[in-house]
T-cell receptor, first 116, second 113 residues
Framework: EAGVAQSPRYKIIEKRQSVAFWCNPI?????LYWYQQILGQGPKLLIQ????????DSQLPKDRFSAERLKGVDSTLKIQPAKLEDSAVYLC??????????????FGPGTRLLVL | GDSVTQMEGPVTLSEEAFLTINCTYT??????LFWYVQYPGEGLQLLLK?????DKGSNKGFEATYRKETTSFHLEKGSVQVSDSAVYFC????????????FGRGTSLIVHP
């Protein structure tokens, strides 16, 4: 079974530029998550989708971050414009059903972003 | 909101030593509890989980017991190997509405021969 795919793996941009990350979850997984992991910290949930609907985006900085999952499969996370403090690893994860308490999340390898 | 406290690392051990990584949490309701591991250069992966009080999750020689009375979920292994060197994350879920895990800061484990 193929795992969660993410691209690019690495990205270096200058502040105020825009960047987009792509995620393809495990086939058949209804729920998709985007996390931000700053160096030395645990992952922090940015947004959770179930199929193509947003379940939770309370921690997404909506003035600069946006995400979509139009067809309920792959997803794109965008930052526009980027700030220095956005330097982090952006992780995508998916789970099979509705994201219930016992659901296991499967993580992609992440995209490492450096903002200069 | 939910929070997690993990022991600070790095934890440095010799091969075959006993490992304990402490984790305590605060969460609303009755969370499920997870340990995730991140090996060098790889993504996070589930190590083990427990979904109710006194349950013991186990995998690859690691164990953790859901202690509701002390709100703890300490990770243990009787004999570590060099290949266990990684960062370990404790992550309780919330019990209200959708599943939203709260990850600890992670504990780095370094095992040397």
């Amino acid at each position: 079974e193929a795992g969660v795919a993410q691209s690019p793996r690495y990205k270096i941009i200058e502040k105020r530029q825009s960047v987009a990350f792509w995620c393809n979850p495990i086939s058949g997984h209804a729920t998709l998550y985007w996390y931000q992991q700053i160096l030395g910290q645990g992952p922090k949930l940015l947004i959770q989708f179930q199929n193509n609907g947003v379940v939770d985006d309370s921690q997404l900085p909506k003035d600069r971050f946006s995400a979509e999952r139009l067809k309920g499969v792959d997803s794109t996370l965008k930052i526009q414009p980027a700030k220095l403090e956005d330097s982090a690893v952006y992780l995508c994860a998916s789970s099979f059903r509705s994201g219930g308490l016992q659901e296991t999340q499967y993580f992609g390898p992440g995209t490492r972003l450096l903002v200069l | 909101g939910d929070s997690v406290t993990q022991m600070e690392g790095p934890v440095t051990l010799s091969e075959e030593a006993f490992l304990t990584i402490n984790c305590t949490y605060t969460a609303t309701g009755y969370p499920s509890l997870f340990w995730y591991v991140q090996y060098p250069g790889e993504g996070l992966q589930l190590l083990l989980k427990a979904t109710k009080a006194d349950d013991k999750g186990s995998n690859k020689g690691f164990e953790a017991t859901y202690r509701k009375e002390t709100t703890s979920f300490h990770l243990e292994k009787g004999s570590v190997q060099v290949s266990d060197s990684a960062v370990y994350f404790c992550a309780p879920s919330s019990s209200g509405g959708s599943y939203i895990p709260t990850f600890g800061r992670g504990t780095s484990l370094i095992v040397h021969p």
